[in-house]
């Protein structure tokens, strides 16, 4: 079992940053891909970034590319999403997923997921 927990959301204005975290506890953490998803209002949940605890391996989506940065502190058991460049569109609530094994970016595939942190980019 793993549990997910995240945090860093809020209100920031077009063009600034902010930073998300995932805290993630359980057994055998390691063999987990950590990803992120997102779902704007009225739309469907999408792919966001996804890395793997050696922080060696990383995907992102093309709408974040250049923008976003994933990355882990393993000694916190803690993922980062570093988000720059805001813009309205980026405006939803982010989730931490756990994927077993390789990585997707289908959230069908995902294992765990946190609840949930709302970012809302006003322009």
């Known amino acids: 079992q793993v549990q997910l927990v995240e945090s860093g959301g809020g209100l920031v204005q077009a063009g600034g940053s902010l930073r998300l975290s995932c805290a993630a506890s359980?057994?055998?953490?390691?063999?987990?891909?950590m990803e992120w998803f997102r779902q704007a209002p009225g739309q469907e949940r999408e792919f966001v970034a996804s890395?793997?605890?050696?922080?060696?391996?990383?995907y992102y989506a093309d709408s974040v590319l250049g923008r976003f940065t994933i990355s882990t502190d393993n000694a916190k058991n803690t993922v980062y999403l570093q988000m720059s460049s805001l813009k309205s569109e980026d405006t939803a609530v982010y989730y931490c997923?756990?994927?077993?094994?390789?990585?997707?970016?289908?959230?069908?595939?995902?294992?765990?997921w946190g609840k949930g942190t709302l970012v809302t980019v006003s322009s």
């Open positions: 997923a756990a994927n077993y094994g390789y990585h997707s970016s289908r959230d069908d595939a995902m294992d765990y």
């Open positions: 359980g057994r055998t953490l390691e063999v987990y891909r």
């Open positions: 890395i793997n605890w050696s922080g060696r391996n990383t």
